[in-house]
């Protein structure tokens, strides 16, 4: 074991193991520490959307494009099945306006290179049947989108990175950053001191508390999403399916602002998808109740509610499991990925808010171009840089 390393990486979760992976791919020692165990944040309890369909039509969504790109070829870059199946997605249309609303989103989208279009109530039925005809106008309907296994996905990135020279720690939380003339000289854990020039934050939701530890203020707060999870079986779900409303209040808040039901206070949305042993997972919220990750009756309520609405045939499955995460939310919804300027050799990848399955693996190269080559193909990186906000 050394104890010195070119990059030491802080989390456990997707875009820790990715950034470990792609820097390691790059030739550099990599020193991966976790806290708890892998998948134990965000990245172990979440959807498995690959969703370019719900990106804001900016940077965002072409680094979503990126990302889906580099995707096709994951599974035999990393030497296993992360179970990733471009299904397509379906945003359902409930009313005239969120249509009108769609419409110009839809326009954005094909003008950044997505090929999302309106379809009708009907072929959207014929897309996926057993919705419930009376509840959509007609759908927006991107054929690139796709989901992925989270929880192998983070493995496969960190046992390939491991297998590539990567040092992967877990129950080992990082206390406090070493400081040499104002610069980045390594970490403190609770079993360890590690040594290298360059330490990157990819703690999720818990990057402000790392940050703390260099005198920063990382504008990155915890949002909670709860989830539920049916008994397998046979195939039900055959696309991506979330609820339009969910995108319109993403890019249009405003429009929501006069929506005081518990539905839209919790930013109830379907996000249903059927995983390949066959267990549906729908529902997720969106809530600003800091690190509590805990299920409650209310919240279960209306997203079983909202779903058996949109699908009345998931009446008649039992339910197994909840869960709970935090997402990594930033102010202005992008993730924060860059050397931060003012702490030489201190490096923030975190903020990915719902998208991190999806951006994954666009991080990890974008991270290890830059800290390889000094700059990057990945296109509007700069979108990213953290230094958009006072971190001080
Ligand atoms: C309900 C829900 C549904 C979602 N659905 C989707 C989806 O369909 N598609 C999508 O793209 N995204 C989705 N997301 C978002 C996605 O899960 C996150 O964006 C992503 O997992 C963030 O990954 P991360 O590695 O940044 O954070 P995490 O997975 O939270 O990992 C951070 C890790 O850092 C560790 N850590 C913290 N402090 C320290 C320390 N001091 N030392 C060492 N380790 C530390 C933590 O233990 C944790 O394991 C969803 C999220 C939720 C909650």
């Known amino acids: 074991m050394s104890l010195t390393a070119d990059v030491i990486v802080i989390g456990g979760g997707v875009i820790g193991s990715s950034i470990t992976y792609y820097l390691s791919k790059r030739g550099k020692r990599v020193i991966q520490l976790e806290r708890d165990y892998f998948n134990s944040g965000a990245s172990g309890s979440c959807d498995t959307m690959i969703s370019p369909n719900t990106k804001e039509p900016n940077e965002h969504l072409q680094l979503a494009l990126y990302s889906v790109e580099l995707y096709k070829t994951l599974s035999s870059e990393l030497g296993r099945d992360i179970e990733y199946e471009q299904k397509g997605s379906l945003l ?3 009313n005239q306006e969120e249509l009108n609303i769609m419409e110009g989103i839809v326009k954005k989208q094909n003008s950044l290179g997505l090929n999302s279009r309106l379809i009708s109530a009907e072929e959207t039925l014929r897309l996926q049947p057993g919705l419930n005809r009376d509840a959509i106008v007609g759908a927006s309907y991107s054929e690139v989108d796709a989901d992925v296994n989270p929880f192998c996905l983070n493995l496969a990135f960190a046992d390939r990175a491991a297998a590539l020279g990567a040092q992967t720690f877990t129950h080992e939380g990082v206390q406090e950053i070493l400081l040499h003339n104002g610069a980045v000289a390594g970490v403190k854990t609770n079993r360890n001191t590690y040594y290298a020039p360059i330490v990157i934050n990819a703690a999720g939701a818990w990057a402000p508390i790392v940050g703390k530890m260099v005198g920063l203020n ?4 915890p949002r909670r999403g709860q989830t539920v999870i049916t008994e397998a079986v046979p195939p039900f779900v055959h696309k991506l399916v979330n609820n339009a409303r969910y995108i319109v209040g993403k890019h249009h808040p405003e429009l929501l602002k006069d929506d005081h039901s518990a539905k839209a206070r919790m930013g109830i949305a379907i996000s249903l998808v059927q995983s390949r042993k066959g267990n549906v997972e729908f529902g997720n919220s969106r809530e600003f109740v800091g690190y ?3 299920n409650t009756y209310e919240c279960l309520r209306e997203l079983i509610k909202n779903a058996t609405r949109i699908i009345p045939g ?4 039992n339910i197994i499991r ?3 995460g935090v997402r990594p939310h930033s102010p202005d ?3 924060l990925i860059g050397f931060v300027q003012g702490v030489p050799g201190f490096f923030l990848a975190a903020g990915h808010e719902g998208d991190g399955i999806c951006l994954s693996p666009v991080t990890g190269k974008l991270v290890s171009d830059l800290i390889v080559d000094g700059k990057t193909d990945v296109p509007a990186a700069a979108g990213f840089d953290p230094n958009r906000f006072n971190l001080f």
């Open 292 to 294: 509590d990750t805990s």
């Open 333 to 335: 919804s992008k993730p």
């Open 92 to 94: 359902l249309i409930e």
């Open 322 to 324: 909840t869960m709970g």
């Open 314 to 317: 998931l009446k008649d499955l």
């Open 218 to 221: 990382i504008p990155i707060k």
